[in-house]
């Protein structure tokens, strides 16, 4: 019966992934009864998990339930070089501080994926902080500049004579170094990741251990239907957002896409999804932002979810929503926006203003120089799913 599970899982890895390093490897340690240690990283770049992560995350619980040790890696010191895949400049590097903080929110997102009584959560700060500057040479030394500027990215740029820093080109041999950290037995990620990860198997020879599989899952296309789902592109579905903002978003998933979401962060059969597509392309919709919805918030949340949904779809301001309380008197627009958290800064909330991206009584308002008449109440809403109810009070 246990030989029978292992090789249902690792069917569905041959089946679903994008590549393994290689698959005769990985068949050969599941089926070896060793306890295997498998590696996924997260770079701490915003603290938000997205459904793209879901995708290697939850096919790590097939893993898991296996008995295999799953190690959750938070990137809090690789977070202060900033990844640099797919990107076209040198990315803003975060603080320790910075990276610390979004780390926290990780920890109760991870466990919608995994079990976490039973995955190893760790900061890769705990073994890179202490290398030495020597230590640091030797293992530059194991990599070449030939090999790093095989990565797409940094040859893209170095031919276009783009500034690299020098930090960015040890990105690579610092997530690889995790790898020889923590010996692992299985590294899983993206394939924007693969070169990463290969680096992984490359140091791990280096230093005498046995070379990980690296198994690279087909990235998540975003929101935006042209770049991969990313923190950064703000094109993506959260797996911590509200239920409303979640069914929301699960909403506007490019119809070409539809089969794609099901079939990466679903356990929706494929027959299934595919003939409702086929028969009415926006229940299949309803019935995806219903599916994720429950996935992450239980089947009770979807309800509610859908009907504001619909109140906003119509129009309709929603009968929930934030309040928020504020002396009476009348206010600037601007200060009001500011005030209720929907910008950052004056100036921020001007630009919102400007560009149509607020509401007063479901009405829009782009003048920035609108004073609000500070007695009862008005509805503040910014887009299609943010809507504060301001109470102006006696002071």
Same mark, same amino acid.
């Given at each position: 019966m246990e030989s029978d599970k292992i090789r249902e899982v690792f069917e569905i890895f041959r089946r679903e992934?994008?590549?393994?390093? $290689?698959?005769?490897?990985?068949k050969e340690r599941l089926f070896s009864g060793k306890r295997l240690r498998v590696k996924f990283g997260a770079d701490p770049s915003r603290p938000n998990l997205t459904?793209?992560?879901?995708?290697?995350?939850?096919?790590?619980?097939l893993l898991q339930d296996l008995g295999h040790e799953i190690v959750f890696l938070i990137g809090d010191y690789t977070g202060m070089?900033?990844?640099?895949?797919?990107? $076209?400049?040198t990315r803003s590097p975060l603080t320790f501080e910075?990276?610390?903080a979004n780390a926290e929110s990780y920890l109760k997102q991870v466990s919608k994926m995994l079990d976490v009584e039973k995955t190893t959560i760790v900061f890769n700060s705990e073994w890179l902080s202490k290398l030495t500057f020597a230590e640091t040479l030797t293992l530059t030394a194991k990599y070449t500049l030939a090999q790093v500027l095989e990565r797409d990215d940094f040859a893209k740029r170095y031919a276009e004579k783009a500034p690299i820093g020098l930090h960015e080109l040890l990105y690579p041999l610092m997530q690889g170094y995790d790898s020889v950290a923590l010996r692992a037995d299985i590294e899983i990620g993206g394939t924007d990741q693969t070169f990463n990860m290969l680096v992984g198997r490359e140091l791990q020879r280096d230093y005498g251990q046995p070379q990980q599989v690296v198994i690279a899952f087909p990235l998540l296309p975003g929101l935006d239907g042209a770049e991969k789902m990313g923190k950064s592109l703000d094109n993506y579905i959260g797996v911590d957002e509200p239920p409303e903002i979640m069914f929301e978003k699960a909403m506007k998933v490019p119809d070409p896409l539809m089969g794609d979401y099901f079939r990466l962060t679903t356990d929706v059969p494929e027959a299934e999804f595919s003939a409702l597509m086929a028969k009415d392309i926006r229940e299949a919709h309803f019935a995806y932002a219903a599916e994720i919805t429950a996935l992450y918030h239980g089947r009770e949340a979807v309800e509610a979810a859908r009907n504001r949904y619909l109140e906003v779809a119509g129009r309709r301001l929603p009968e929930r929503m934030d309040r928020v309380e504020m002396p009476a008197g009348d206010i600037g627009i601007v200060d009001l926006v500011a005030a209720i958290g929907f910008a950052s800064s004056k100036g921020d909330a001007r630009r919102l203003i400007a560009g149509g991206g607020v509401k007063l009584d479901n009405e829009p308002e782009t003048d920035i120089g609108r004073v609000v008449a500070g007695t009862g109440e008005v509805v503040v809403s910014r887009g299609k799913n943010r809507f504060v109810k301001v109470v102006f009070t006696g002071k």
């Amino acid at each position: 019966m246990e030989s029978d599970k292992i090789r249902e899982v690792f069917e569905i890895f041959r089946r679903e992934t994008a590549a393994i390093y $290689s698959e005769d490897a990985l068949k050969e340690r599941l089926f070896s009864g060793k306890r295997l240690r498998v590696k996924f990283g997260a770079d701490p770049s915003r603290p938000n998990l997205t459904i793209g992560h879901s995708v290697p995350l939850r096919k790590m619980k097939l893993l898991q339930d296996l008995g295999h040790e799953i190690v959750f890696l938070i990137g809090d010191y690789t977070g202060m070089v900033g990844d640099p895949t797919g990107r $076209s400049k040198t990315r803003s590097p975060l603080t320790f501080e910075q990276t610390r903080a979004n780390a926290e929110s990780y920890l109760k997102q991870v466990s919608k994926m995994l079990d976490v009584e039973k995955t190893t959560i760790v900061f890769n700060s705990e073994w890179l902080s202490k290398l030495t500057f020597a230590e640091t040479l030797t293992l530059t030394a194991k990599y070449t500049l030939a090999q790093v500027l095989e990565r797409d990215d940094f040859a893209k740029r170095y031919a276009e004579k783009a500034p690299i820093g020098l930090h960015e080109l040890l990105y690579p041999l610092m997530q690889g170094y995790d790898s020889v950290a923590l010996r692992a037995d299985i590294e899983i990620g993206g394939t924007d990741q693969t070169f990463n990860m290969l680096v992984g198997r490359e140091l791990q020879r280096d230093y005498g251990q046995p070379q990980q599989v690296v198994i690279a899952f087909p990235l998540l296309p975003g929101l935006d239907g042209a770049e991969k789902m990313g923190k950064s592109l703000d094109n993506y579905i959260g797996v911590d957002e509200p239920p409303e903002i979640m069914f929301e978003k699960a909403m506007k998933v490019p119809d070409p896409l539809m089969g794609d979401y099901f079939r990466l962060t679903t356990d929706v059969p494929e027959a299934e999804f595919s003939a409702l597509m086929a028969k009415d392309i926006r229940e299949a919709h309803f019935a995806y932002a219903a599916e994720i919805t429950a996935l992450y918030h239980g089947r009770e949340a979807v309800e509610a979810a859908r009907n504001r949904y619909l109140e906003v779809a119509g129009r309709r301001l929603p009968e929930r929503m934030d309040r928020v309380e504020m002396p009476a008197g009348d206010i600037g627009i601007v200060d009001l926006v500011a005030a209720i958290g929907f910008a950052s800064s004056k100036g921020d909330a001007r630009r919102l203003i400007a560009g149509g991206g607020v509401k007063l009584d479901n009405e829009p308002e782009t003048d920035i120089g609108r004073v609000v008449a500070g007695t009862g109440e008005v509805v503040v809403s910014r887009g299609k799913n943010r809507f504060v109810k301001v109470v102006f009070t006696g002071k």
